[in-house]
């Protein structure tokens, strides 16, 4: 009956450590209020990251306000490869990857050139491939990895990157705030 006891007490605490770690590694996927479909084009991405908000604009109409994670090191505008900040600045969408490794992507034509002179000055790689993206691929749709986790990009929900999708075009400007 003690070897039991044991092996039932054994499980609870597997079962409880298991449940504490997909809180902490998974967090659900924050509601979307129904405003009804987004439709037609953007003219404007603002990206405020002090507020880990992005606003879609239409004639200078805020559409719609998504909650971001950001670059694991978010504070301050991106430098170089590697140091896990999101540029800030004014920036333009450049490409699309339906087939990225993250949920959608639209990417950002950063480093712009003033961002590469001043990386060659310093000797070192600006860094490159920065997008907007949903969640890793094979990750469930209802999930968000939490924090600020990406190498410098703009990560939203798998389901917002499908509302986004069609109305951000190339050639979209984007303004990232501090």
Same mark, same amino acid.
């Given at each position: 009956?003690?070897?039991?006891?044991?092996?039932?007490?054994?499980?609870?605490?597997?079962?409880?450590?298991?449940?504490?770690?997909? $809180?902490?590694?998974?967090?659900?996927?924050?509601?979307?209020?129904?405003?009804?479909?987004?439709? #037609?084009?953007?003219?404007?991405?603002?990206?405020?990251?002090?507020?880990?908000?992005?606003?879609?604009?239409?004639?200078?109409?805020?559409?719609?306000?998504?909650?971001?994670?950001? #670059?694991?090191?978010?504070?301050?505008?991106?430098?170089?490869?590697?140091?896990?900040?999101?540029?800030?600045?004014?920036?333009? $969408?450049?490409?699309?990857?339906?087939?990225?490794?993250?949920?959608?992507?639209?990417?950002?034509?950063?480093?712009?050139?003033?961002?590469?002179?001043? !990386?060659?000055?310093?000797?070192?790689?600006?860094?490159?491939?920065?997008?907007?993206?949903?969640?890793?691929?094979?990750?469930?749709? !209802?999930?968000?990895?939490?924090?600020?986790?990406?190498?410098?990009? $703009? !990560?939203?929900?798998?389901?917002?990157?499908?509302?986004?999708?069609?109305?951000?075009?190339?050639?979209?400007?984007?303004?990232?705030?501090?």
């Amino acid at each position: 009956m003690k070897i039991l006891a044991a092996a039932y007490s054994a499980l609870v605490l597997l079962v409880l450590i298991v449940a504490v770690v997909l $809180i902490v590694l998974v967090r659900p996927m924050p509601s979307v209020p129904d405003h009804g479909p987004l439709t #037609g084009p953007v003219d404007l991405i603002v990206v405020e990251k002090a507020a880990r908000r992005m606003v879609l604009y239409r004639d200078g109409v805020s559409l719609r306000s998504y909650r971001i994670a950001l #670059g694991f090191a978010a504070q301050g505008d991106k430098l170089r490869q590697g140091d896990g900040r999101t540029p800030e600045g004014i920036f333009h $969408i450049n490409r699309r990857n339906e087939s990225s490794a993250y949920h959608l992507s639209l990417g950002l034509d950063y480093p712009r050139p003033v961002d590469s002179a001043r !990386a060659a000055a310093g000797g070192y790689d600006p860094g490159g491939d920065i997008f907007f993206h949903g969640q890793p691929n094979g990750f469930p749709d !209802a999930a968000m990895v939490p924090g600020d986790w990406t190498a410098g990009c $703009i !990560a939203l929900s798998n389901a917002e990157m499908r509302e986004i999708w069609p109305v951000v075009a190339i050639g979209t400007k984007v303004e990232i705030m501090p």
